[in-house]
């Protein structure tokens, strides 16, 4: 069990070399993009001059979906759709193919909704049920940010999923783009007074950063254009034109989970709850993020900084207020270098955190003490201190479908849906809740999850488990991730069984590149895609996802990955302390180097010692 | 023109006479020789007498009307063949499309020959619709006085067998016409038969006062070029292929494949629109079930026989007579007794008649059984401007199931499944004038053709960027998937991009929840397509004609309905009168 006093690293101290004084840039007195001066700025990145040209995000889209031979929309929109929470894909599966048949590639779409804390309503999930039978291939996936999203929808379907969205009172406004996205917030259904201030806070940080543009109604719903006030105080009075310069990721956590990985985000709330379990206001965690790009070392991934406290009251201000410096302060020339994560390297966070206090003015008050233990799931039931049941399922990789002579998730959460009277919810680590079950329902509930063979558990690696979507929808990927993460974890656990750890929880994440979606830098086992069944293999991280890993082993074929898992797993079993974490356990016995955030994460890689000699 | 060393050396006369008969006879015209003919064959019967009467100059022509309602040009090809016989018979023959026939004319035809395809289950080519409905209708004439006779063309796998054809015989002598000759109901080896007819029918329809004994000899074969138009060589030639690829992705349940083929001499002058006959080879699988159902496994000749040259899937209720003509089969002869064997026969294959009635057949009984191997049209999917010395072709590989077996198009699935890149096929052009771009390249075309019905229209699309034609044009495509079955995606994409072609509008029926056709997509276009129209547009449909070529008709007089505010009646005019004036152009099949 890490305790953090927030940044009290003795350790880091004394396996790290003492880092010189850091010298930071002076941040800019003004906002530097104003409508007149970004169009003149022609080194501003590709993207800025899309958003500039797009009218509030609408670009060609809506040409674009009336151009009938082709299944895809022009480069520039395929930028902007993603601010309406769609991503172009095709399937890469079917490339090599295409071009011989006289077919264009396979193009479709993934469509991801905004679910601020991943709440739904029986009545809501089975309209989204029906979406996915009829548009999207019988399958919904609970994303790593505690929505859904569908993959494979072809463009002429594109208008019809939207407005089934709709009718079900949801929308995809700015699940992907340089907006805030959906907003996580701890679903811990067993602390029911925390949980309902997370997800409120979390509603209400998604509804007042959400870009207010019509784009997304006029294009998708047919809704007509709204004339006149093309003032851009009205349109957008707090993103602009512009909009920002990169992602920005919000989550809301309530200890001792960590389950929404509060320090891989942009912006993070952590409830400081009194004795009676009732939040007294939050901590406040800036430039946490993932993405970084292979073999380009001044990108890389960072843990959050704890920049001080807020009253509940002050909450949907200071979260305003980060983005709107980040806004103003992120780098626009660079979307490589554009993350919060930057600007807080970049410019300090001390002066970040006097730009924000400036805006809201007032202060922030300093962290006060909490404590994280993990940041998985609780599967199988808990009961709430409101006396209502809670059933945690294992969906591997969050993929929501029937499995030929396997679980029936589709079917079965139908079935449950159809009856259930409480709610749903998703986590971040791609699981359903099934939520607020009466006492006298909670039978029923679970004689449908039986029918339909859908898993209330895993052994202890795959509930510890997340991989990105990869091959073959996602056109970052290098190497596979969701299609081989089960049969390597298959292969480990056979390993983790023969040196006794069987039980043991250990995270593992994979990716199909080194974007992150999965949060691969801070699993204890982090697997990042660098070409066609190669990975660079990242271990050291801490269990409750407060510390990034290390680079161990550059490029391995997934052929040698248990090999050399292997030896470590046995020293492991060997050395460790009790209650040790894996994570821990290789930085103290001088596996790996301690990555004490972002800046040194490219150093001291590889493997100190050789393993097996415990 | 004087043609030199007509008369073979072989000839019985001296290198003089011979010299002077060809200086007389190369420069005669068909009727002179004809008559000259008819006059030396007259001489022999009178004795050596010399007659009278044939060295006055030949009466006047006899008046011969030949209507055709053809689909696939069969019924047009016979009707030439019938005014270039009659011609040299002294006929003033006169061919009318049915899509041209004013049913008013019918009773001052005075000599009429009438040739029908039917078409599908039991109806009239779609060209022929108008004048037979007319025909059979109410508002046609009585024809009192017109000697008539009908040639039948039909398919005997389809249960209405020469429906057409039988029906117009039935009424022309309703209507007071006198039969001159007896009809033929002929099957797709109707070539012979057809030729024997065309001579007996010529001979009967003669006036009395005409020497039979004429000579029919055609001159055409030796003195080509003499006619009004070169026809392409009925020769099957052999082409190689050099391109066959599957055009659905590897997720369809469809397979349309591609084929590039190429003529080692020379492609023959084909034009956007026509068609290209493959002949195909049985499934050696079926040939073998056949074989050994007739208990003739082994017969290596026989074997050979049945693959390459006889029809073996199809069954006909004449099929069943001649098996048990055959066979004398006691169980066959009852079905046919009980009047139940028109049924039995729905979805059933030759096969199923040798499995249900087991009888140990010889190689002579196959043969009479069945009928020839036809071969099968496609509509050629290039331009000659574009692709040179090719053909290209899409074919749909039919596969279905009924009565528990699984059941396969002979020359599609053999093109689908036996043939590969460098494999050689025999092919024939079937050249189909009634479905030709229009002269005007500056004219806007709009193309309906869902699934392989859209192959003219690669063609087209190809010549017209090869002429740089100016006109506009508007392509209607649809299939199942837009992921899977895009036929030719990527040439539209291009043809859209260099502006060959101007509009595409597709429809693809499974990839929601309610079926969308391409007629859908015409109504749903119904003014901007009526103002294409109203400028001169030609509309042209192929593919399937059971369903989807009504629907699309039945979809333009919609479009006009909602784009002109037209009664459904005056809509339908509309539509008609773009039939009349060959704008409205089908290849159906």
């Known amino acids: 069990m890490d305790d953090h006093s927030p940044r009290d690293d003795a350790d880091a101290q004394a396996l790290a070399p003492t880092p010189a004084p850091r010298v930071y840039e002076t941040p800019p007195k003004e906002r530097p993009i104003t409508d007149a001066e970004a169009a003149r700025a022609a080194n501003l990145a590709a993207n800025e001059h899309i958003k500039i040209a797009s009218g509030y995000l609408r670009g060609g889209l809506a040409d674009g979906l009336l151009k009938h031979a082709t299944g895809a929309i022009s480069e520039d929109d395929g930028q902007l759709v993603k601010f309406h929470g769609m991503y172009m894909q095709d399937d890469r599966d079917l490339r090599p193919e295409r071009t011989k048949k006289k077919l264009d590639k396979a193009y479709s779409f993934m469509i991801r909704l905004r679910i601020a804390g991943g709440v739904i309503s029986p009545k809501q999930w089975l309209a989204l049920d029906d979406i996915a039978v009829t548009y999207a291939g019988s399958a919904l996936r609970a994303t790593t940010r505690q929505t859904f999203q569908y993959h494979g929808v072809i463009k002429s379907n594109l208008k019809r999923t939207m407005s089934a969205i709709d009718a079900a009172l949801l929308d995809t406004i700015a699940a992907c783009g340089d907006v805030n996205r959906n907003v996580m917030a701890a679903t811990n259904p067993a602390q029911v007074g925390a949980h309902k201030a997370a997800h409120t806070l979390a509603k209400d940080i998604s509804d007042s950063l959400l870009p207010k543009t019509s784009a997304w109604r006029e294009i998708w719903l047919d809704g007509e254009r709204v004339v006149g006030g093309e003032e851009e105080a009205e349109i957008e009075p707090v993103y602009g034109r512009t909009y920002l310069p990169r992602k920005f990721k919000v989550v809301v956590a309530v200890p001792p989970s960590n389950e929404v990985d509060i320090f891989a985000h942009d912006l993070g709330f952590i409830a400081i709850l009194d004795k009676k379990n009732q939040v007294t206001g939050w901590n406040v965690t800036v430039g946490g993020g993932m993405g970084m790009t292979h073999g380009e070392p001044e990108t890389f991934p960072r843990t959050a900084d704890v920049m001080g406290f807020v009253k509940p009251e002050d909450a949907i201000k200071v979260a305003e207020a980060v983005m709107t410096v980040q806004r103003d302060w992120g780098n626009r020339k660079n979307r490589k270098n554009a993350r919060l994560k930057y600007t807080i390297e970049r410019y300090g966070l001390a002066a970040f955190r006097a730009e924000v206090e400036a805006r809201i003015g007032k202060k922030l008050g300093e962290p006060k003490p909490f404590t994280f233990t993990n940041n998985g799931d609780r599967f199988g039931w808990t009961e709430g201190d409101d006396g209502r049941h809670h059933l945690t399922l294992y969906v591997p990789s969050g993929r929501i479908k029937d499995y030929e002579d396997g679980p029936q998730f589709l079917t079965g959460l139908r079935k449950i849906a159809q009856v259930h009277e409480g709610d749903f919810r998703l986590t971040a680590n791609q699981n359903v809740i099934i939520a607020n079950v009466p006492a006298e329902k909670r039978a029923a509930i679970e004689a449908l999850v039986d029918q339909y063979g859908i898993t209330k558990g895993a052994g202890a690696l795959r509930r510890n488990s997340i991989a990105c979507v990869a091959l073959p929808t996602c056109g970052l990927a290098l190497a596979e991730s969701e299609r081989y993460l089960p049969s390597l974890m298959t292969e480990l656990e056979e390993s983790l069984a023969h040196h006794g750890l069987a039980e043991e929880e250990i995270t593992i994440r994979s990716t199909g590149c080194p974007n992150g979606c999965a949060r691969p830098f801070i699993a204890e086992i982090g697997l990042v895609g660098r070409g066609p069944e190669r990975y660079h293999l990242y271990l050291g991280a801490a269990f409750d996802g407060s510390r990034l890993g290390k680079l161990y082993k550059e490029d391995v074929a997934a052929s040698d990955i248990r090999d050399t898992l292997e030896p470590l797993f046995a020293d492991f079993a060997k050395g460790r302390k009790p209650g040790e974490h894996f994570g821990d356990y290789l930085i103290r016995a001088g596996h790996v180097a301690r990555t004490v955030n972002g800046p040194d994460f490219h150093d001291r890689t590889g493997a100190l010692k050789p393993a097996g000699h415990a | ?589």
């Open chain 2, 1 to 589: 023109m004087a043609r030199q060393n007509l008369l073979p050396r072989t000839a019985p006369f001296g290198d003089g006479e011979r010299a002077s008969l060809d200086a007389v006879l190369g420069s005669a015209t068909p009727v002179q020789r004809a008559w000259l003919a008819g006059f030396l064959a007259g001489l022999d019967a009178a004795g050596g007498q010399p007659a009278a009467a044939p060295s006055a100059p030949p009466k006047a022509a006899e008046p011969l009307t030949i209507v055709y309602a053809s689909e696939s040009g069969n019924s047009e090809a016979l009707a030439g063949n019938v005014a270039k016989l009659a011609r040299k018979q002294g006929f003033k023959p006169k061919v009318v499309d049915f899509s041209d026939l004013d049913v008013a004319t019918l009773p001052k035809a005075g000599k009429l020959i009438a040739i029908a395809a039917t078409w599908g289950e039991g109806e009239p080519p779609a060209r022929a619709v108008r004048a037979y409905g007319e025909l059979m209708g109410e508002v046609a004439p009585r024809i009192d006085g017109v000697d008539f006779a009908v040639l039948a063309l039909g398919d005997t796998s389809y249960v209405e067998f020469c429906a057409i054809g039988k029906a117009l015989d039935a009424r022309l002598e309703a209507l007071g016409g006198k039969r001159a000759a007896e009809r033929a109901d002929l099957d797709l080896d109707f070539e012979k038969p057809a030729a024997d007819w065309i001579k007996n029918t010529l001979k009967a329809l003669a006036p009395a006062e005409t020497p039979d004994n004429v000579v029919a000899v055609d001159f055409a074969r030796a003195a080509p070029g003499e006619d009004d138009e070169a026809e392409p060589s009925r020769e099957p030639l052999v082409v190689e292929v050099v391109e066959h690829v599957n055009l659905n992705s590897s997720r369809s349940d469809k397979e349309t494949i591609h084929l590039a083929l190429a003529f080692e001499d020379g492609a023959p002058a084909y034009e956007p629109g026509d068609s290209l006959e493959i002949f195909p080879e049985n499934d050696p699988q079926l040939v073998d079930e056949i074989l050994n159902a007739a208990g003739l496994s082994g017969d290596e000749s026989l074997r050979k026989a049945l693959l390459a040259e006889r029809d073996i899937t199809t069954l006909s209720a004449a099929t069943i007579e001649r098996f048990v003509k055959a066979t004398g089969h006691a169980d066959a002869q009852k079905l046919i007794d009980s009047g139940e064997a028109k049924a039995w026969i729905e979805g059933r294959h030759l096969i199923d008649l040798l499995a249900t009635f087991p009888a140990t057949l010889t190689a002579e009984h196959l043969n009479t059984i069945t009928r020839p191997l036809p071969p099968r049209a496609y509509s050629i999917a290039s331009s000659r401007k574009e692709v040179g010395d090719e053909v290209h072709l899409a074919i749909v590989a039919v596969r279905y199931e009924t009565h528990g077996r699984a059941r396969s198009g002979v020359a599609s699935v053999h093109v689908a499944d036996r043939i590969r890149d460098g494999a050689k096929l025999r092919v024939r052009l079937k050249p189909n004038r009634h479905f030709r771009l229009p002269q005007d390249p500056a004219t806007d075309i709009i193309m309906v053709g869902p699934g392989t019905g859209v192959a003219p229209f690669r063609a087209f699309v190809q010549e017209r960027r090869a002429i740089e034609a100016p006109g506009r044009s508007w392509l209607f495509f649809g299939d199942r998937h837009f992921l899977h079955d895009f036929l030719y995606q990527l040439e539209w994409q291009e043809a859209l991009e260099d502006k060959s072609l101007t509009k595409i509008d597709v429809a693809f029926s499974r990839d929601q929840p309610e079926k969308i056709y391409v007629q859908n997509r015409i109504t749903h276009n119904a003014q901007e397509l009526v103002s294409w129209l109203e400028g001169g547009a030609y509309f042209y449909v192929c593919g399937d004609a059971k369903n989807m070529a009504k629907d699309v008709r039945a979809a333009v007089v919609r479009a006009y309905e909602i784009a002109k505010s037209l009664s459904p009646a005056d809509a339908e005019a509309q539509v008609a009168a773009l039939e009349r004036s060959h704008r409205y152009q089908q290849d159906v099949y």
